[in-house]
């Protein structure tokens, strides 16, 4: 009996014990609020792609969407900037094609790159193509009128990465029969791309 009596209180502390509250967490500090202006980052032009200065999905969406179309709705100055940071970033030049959805040779000169693996490779290696809207909905006069007057549709301008203006192509000389010489072209690309390393 005597066991059981010392048993007992013991199990009535333990049982007690496990029903109190558990103890309050500590305060937390609070941080003050940030007020100061917040800057976006802004990517290093001065090193290469390859140095690790890699774009992100967003830029990568960004300079995919200059090449996409050609857009009424578009923006050409603000797409000539997002294509000059890429330029930089990747040691190219920038390539102005202006025309329409309207333009037959355009199609023709986007089912002539795409169809050329060769080619293809070679302006992504060495340019930013970016379309310029040309079109009753939108001639983009402002934009274009720092340009050479343009014959024909589609027209090509090289552009540096600073995107100042080194040559202006009328891509009529640059076709053969209803499409464009191979020859002819990858002989353009090669004399205006960016100088090797």
């Known amino acids: 009996m005597k066991i059981l009596f010392g048993v007992i209180p013991l199990l009535l502390t333990v049982a007690l014990a496990g ?39 967003a830029d990568i969406a960004a300079v995919a969407g200059l090449n996409a179309q ?40 986007d089912a002539f790159m795409e169809g050329d693996s060769e080619i293809r490779r070679f302006r992504d290696a060495n340019y930013v193509w970016m379309k310029v809207n040309y079109s009753e909905d939108n001639e983009n006069r402002a934009f274009l009128s720092r340009f050479p007057a343009i014959k024909g549709y589609p027209h090509l ?35 205006w791309a960016p100088p090797a390393k």
Not at 25 to 31: G, L
Not at 91 to 108: A, N, Q, T, Y
Request: contains cysteine; charged residues 25%.
């Open 19 to 57: 029903c109190n509250p558990p103890p309050a967490p500590a305060p937390e500090k609070v941080q003050p609020l940030d007020t100061s202006e917040q800057k976006a980052p802004v990517a290093d032009t001065s090193q290469p792609v390859a140095s690790g200065n890699t774009p992100t999905a």
């Open 70 to 109: 050609f857009d009424p709705a578009r923006d050409p100055a603000a797409d000539l900037e997002t294509a000059k940071v890429e330029a930089q970033r990747g040691g190219k030049r920038i390539m102005l094609d202006v025309g329409g959805e309207w333009c037959s040779w355009c199609h023709l000169l």
């Open 157 to 191: 301008f090289v552009l540096d990465g600073e995107g100042q203006l080194l040559h202006s192509q009328f891509t009529g000389e640059l076709e053969k029969g209803k499409g464009y010489d191979r020859t002819k072209f990858f002989a353009f690309l090669k004399e």
